[in-house]
């Protein structure tokens, strides 16, 4: 049996486990990491408790120029098989709400030390501090120049990420790797990101959360719907709706397209329920203003700015003064409060990378590139990008679960 020499550059997610995979198999594995160590970010998922699938996952919840590349990968290595893979390192799971798996410990260093402990087992050499700096292919070797020397391996897979947390080791240094290679790239953008709107009032209501039900907009057209809670911020709005529209709008403002979000704050009720119940207060309590009128109905913070946009300036002014349209308006307000997005928060406050190298490119049944033989890439690196819920690193997993078996074989 031959046993390869496997380079893989990229000691995040999917690269250790591509590691894992290939040396299982007999493989001779190193990993090139250009951080100080490996799998920097793996402890800052899921809020630390690393939301590592999502029982519920299929291509719906995949963005990039053909999502349906991720089909195979999740046909081959599903989420109870990566479950079953990390039961093997003595990881074991829970699945909580909406299909979302955690460690049973709580704790996403337990995750990352499992991997490491493994690779560890398996003798695979992990070098760090590598930056790489050009990699030459031959019929049947590659050759990778770095500050650490020059390193010669029969395989090469690369698994470096993307631009997304450049404080945990995001670098677009992969994709220009494999733009040497001959791969095309499709313009990174930050996503899973908070977004910047048009909104004057970031100041008074940073800080505000609402619960909401929200559409997305791109050049007049609904395109996406989110629930949940929104967080008001100093340049606009965040929160987990938000980070999921940024998938879509992320890619929108970089091609320049209108993009709006519509907020309904009321979704309990009817324009006409919500009119009726605004001028219901405004009848029956004529001598109080409009910090005491709306008071339980909307947030104390939102009150001034839904008079405001509404004609009211006066937060003092009685009910019985206030204009004769302001009910009608402020109800069609409410629930259907306007933003325009006008950009994103950069890769520093960005989950993960949209964009990447182009997967016509490459086998999605291998991961192998169709350009240069023998060479592999997975994970952030290609253009695919999962919503929140667990989807990112299951596309990690099971991308270099894939590229790791086939490249060893």
């Known amino acids: ?71 195979k990968s999740l046909d081959l290595v599903p989420p109870a098989k990566v479950r079953e893979f990390f ?54 070797k590659f050759t990778i120049k770095s500050n650490k020397g020059t390193f010669t391996y029969d395989k090469l897979l690369i698994a470096a990420g993307g631009c997304a947390l450049p404080s945990l ?9 494999m733009q040497q290679l001959g791969h095309s790239l499709l313009e990174p953008y930050p996503a899973l990101v ?54 879509r709008a992320g890619n929108a403002i970089s091609g320049k397209e209108r993009v709006k979000i519509l907020f309904d704050l009321f979704p309990m009720f009817t324009e006409a329920q919500l009119s009726s119940e605004i001028q219901s207060r405004l009848t029956s309590r004529p001598d109080e203003p409009a910090e005491q009128l709306f008071t339980g109905l909307i947030h104390k913070k939102l009150i001034p700015v839904a008079c405001r946009e509404n004609g009211l300036d006066n937060m003092r002014t009685p009910a019985k003064e206030f204009p004769i349209s302001f009910t009608a308006r402020c109800a069609r307000f409410l629930k259907n409060w306007e933003f325009t997005v006008n950009g994103t928060l950069s890769f520093n406050d960005a989950q993960v990378m949209g964009g990447g190298i182009t997967t016509s490119e490459f086998d999605s049944s291998t991961m192998e590139s169709r350009i240069v033989k023998n060479l592999y890439a997975c994970g952030e690196l290609l253009d695919i990008t999962g919503a929140c819920g667990g989807y990112n690193l299951q596309w990690a997993w099971s991308s270099g679960y894939i590229a790791g078996s086939r490249a060893s074989t």
Request: hydrophobic share 35%; aromatic share 6%; with cysteine.
């Open 194 to 247: 908070p977004l910047k709107t048009d909104f004057r009032y970031g100041r008074q209501l940073k800080g505000v959360k609402v619960q909401a039900d929200a559409v997305l907009e791109i050049e007049g057209k609904t395109v996406s719907k989110e629930s949940g809670e929104f967080l008001f911020t100093e340049y606009g709005l965040s929160g987990i709706p938000i980070l999921q529209f940024s998938l």
């Open 169 to 177: 080791g995001g670098t677009d240094s992969g994709l220009r790797i």
């Open 1 to 71: 049996m031959k046993h390869d020499k496997i380079a893989i550059i990229g000691g995040g997610a999917s690269g250790l486990t591509a590691a894992i995979i290939a040396a299982r198999n007999g493989a001779f594995v190193t990993v090139l990491e250009r951080n100080d160590r490996v799998g920097k970010k793996i402890p800052a998922t899921g809020n630390g408790r690393c939301n590592l699938t999502n029982m519920r996952c299929s291509t719906a919840n995949y963005h990039g120029r053909d999502p349906s590349f991720v089909k």
């Open 87 to 140: 039961r093997s390192l003595g990881v074991i799971t829970i699945e909580e709400d909406q299909g979302r798996v955690y460690p049973l410990t709580g704790q996403a260093s337990a995750i990352l030390d499992a991997l490491r402990f493994e690779t560890s087992r398996l003798h695979v050499e992990t070098i760090t501090g590598v930056g790489v700096t050009s990699v030459l292919p031959a019929p049947e």
